[in-house]
């Protein structure tokens, strides 16, 4: 089963690896609402909770509420930065770069059991895209300034700036 994670706490989140659920947080949910209630905020998106539970937690936006940008929604991840003055939001939550990467890659595909896509290696799917920094081997902070340049399915092009 596949549940939508907000603010589970840890055990919640525990119990979710034994039943073998899947944990799916959307992105930025600190920056809206953190401002005002940041105990309760603190809890939100724990992706790094999720992960120490043994799930493979993906990201996601919901479409026209906020932009689909996933290595924006990793940024914050790793982050957890407050808009508003720059605070760390549970800093316990903080995903590594690893982690947050695997989100929108790996365990995203995973997740909608597309085991043959999610990274570039001999044997699966050609999904991919071109971008203008390597996430891999770049600062976290400057991950949504990434521009991507194309986007290809099945190793045919889907998308070009």
Do not use: K
């Not at 920056?31 to 909770?49: F, I, M, T, V």
């Not at 937690?57 to 790793?78: F, G």
């Amino acid at each position: 089963a596949q549940s939508y994670v907000a603010s589970a706490a840890q055990r919640d989140a525990d119990r979710m690896a034994r039943q073998e659920a899947l944990a799916a947080q959307q992105r930025e949910q600190e920056a809206y609402r953190a401002q005002r209630e940041a105990e309760r905020a603190a809890r939100l998106d724990r992706l790094a909770s999720a992960v120490r539970a043994g799930l493979r937690p993906s990201l996601h936006s919901d479409y026209n509420v906020t932009e689909v940008h996933p290595l924006h929604a990793a940024q914050t991840a790793v982050l957890r930065r407050l808009e508003a003055d720059g605070t760390v939001l549970g800093p316990e939550e903080c995903a590594t770069p690893a982690q947050a990467l695997a989100a929108i890659t790996t365990d995203a595909a995973w997740q909608i059991h597309a085991d043959d896509r999610g990274a570039l290696r001999l044997g699966m799917r050609a999904d991919f895209a071109i971008v203008d920094a390597d996430p891999w081997t770049s600062d976290p902070a400057g991950w949504a300034d990434i521009a991507v340049h194309e986007t290809y399915i099945d190793g045919a092009r889907a998308y070009s700036a």
